[in-house]
């Protein structure tokens, strides 16, 4: 069984439209706007449609881990707070929030964005990179526009001040270690077409999904597949060429 | 030539059985050369609390979870961030094969338990946890295989080691139903190029068809004992 408007979804592919009346391969706008919050070391809001997402980077100095010794600490969170949709719940992250912070991790990370060798302070002290992302309207693609969010408010980031073992939050300079810019494209299948950049209505009627993150190189540093249904090899050659081709309007957003 | 010896496109020793276990409906242990996993299968079972239910179909509910002692350094019980996104993606990967609308407002609960881990984990609960189900009774379109591939040294790779891991260009996670011919989980850490990507999923995709063989196997077994 299925919904109304998962039909209605359905039969619109069938025909090679959508909903908003974009075309199957069509991303929808993104705007980007940087060094909005203040108290953050970096920020960006993205509009991705209806979809709109704040990341904050916040930086500390603390202890490497063990098994990295000589390299800085990125972590990435993310919030589905509960006025984006009517569907959120306050609370502990759920898997949804779970899964948007690790993937948007591994683009960050795998891309090798920061050059974490280079966030080492002495033996005993490392830069320690928060990006929180926080979703203030939600309308489907939360992993692009997230990953847009996270590398265009890293890219922006002013490093605070270090001196006599504290943080001086109020002298702000220098750039992160910056070394490459990766980009997420993600594609739905639902009833057997592609659709690139899914809206919340497309997503709840999709059948798969894949996230591809490419790096300035075309080289592709992440992936995650969701969705209960599988696609065959074809159809991930497709969602790869789609990636490279969809990154670059993406890209040209970011500056 | 790899540092166990093995050819590039070699699994590492490989052992599966079916029905391992008394009070799981399907179980099944799953031995991927030092990885080892476990995996017992409840239900189609009534599904509590009710607003899970699902009015067309089963809801299939997964839990990875590593056992303390079963990596290097001890690993602190209960579910991180981590393998709850496990749980989810091997969730969906198991999903494509089972008949979920034979079984509206039930659910089907899936538990893996990694008992000793040597990279490709999900893979080897994934592997296991298919042949719970089989071994459960569910119906099925067919089983799903699971290994992990990458590209060391500009060889690829299949069925990373940990060390492997730590130098692979990349490390590709891909889940397969052969009776499908369908992709069912894919991941990726890394950097590799897009016919690189293309060609690692190929060698997985290889990998999963020879799990394939010994699930089979391992199910065969079971009732051919049964029977004697």
Known sequence: MMTIDEGYVHELAEKGSRLDGRRLDEFRNAEIETNLIKSAEGSAQVRLGNTVVIAGVKMSVGEPFEDKPDEGVLMVGAELTPLADPDFEPGPPDIRSIEVARVVDRTVRESKMINVKALKIDDEHVWVVNVDLHVMNFDGNLIDAGSLAAVAALATAKMPKYENGKVNYDERSGSLPITAMPVSVTTVKINGKLLVDPSKREENAADARLTVSVKNDGNICSLQKGGTEGFTTEELHEMLRLAGEKQKSLRDSLK | ?228
Do not use: W
């Open chain 2, 1 to 228: 030539m790899r540092a166990d010896g093995r050819a590039s496109e070699e699994l590492r020793e490989l052992v599966v059985k079916a029905g391992v276990f008394k009070n799981a409906e399907g179980s099944a242990y799953v031995k991927m050369g030092n990885t080892v996993a476990v995996a017992g299968v409840y239900g189609p079972r009534e599904l509590f609390p009710k607003f899970l239910q699902k009015a067309d179909r089963v809801h299939l509910k997964c839990r990875y979870n590593m056992a303390p002692f079963s990596t290097k350094d001890r690993k602190r019980p209960g579910q991180d961030r981590r393998s709850q996104e496990i749980s989810k993606v091997v969730a969906d990967a198991l999903e494509p094969v089972i008949f979920t609308k034979e079984f509206p407002k039930t659910g089907i609960d899936i538990y893996i338990e990694i008992l000793q881990g040597d990279a490709g984990t999900r893979c080897a609960g994934i592997n296991a946890a298919s042949v719970a189900l089989a071994d459960a009774g569910i119906p099925m379109r067919g089983l799903v295989a699971a290994v992990a591939a990458g590209k060391v040294d500009g060889d690829y790779v299949l069925d990373l080691t940990y060390n492997e891991e730590e130098k692979t260009k990349a490390d590709v996670p891909v889940a397969y139903a052969p009776s499908m011919k369908k992709i069912t989980l894919l991941q990726m850490d890394g950097d590799l190029s897009q016919e690189d990507v293309k060609n690692v999923v190929d060698v997985a995709i290889k990998g999963c068809e020879k799990v394939h063989e010994a699930q089979v196997g391992a199910l065969k077994n079971k009732y051919k004992e049964a029977m004697l």
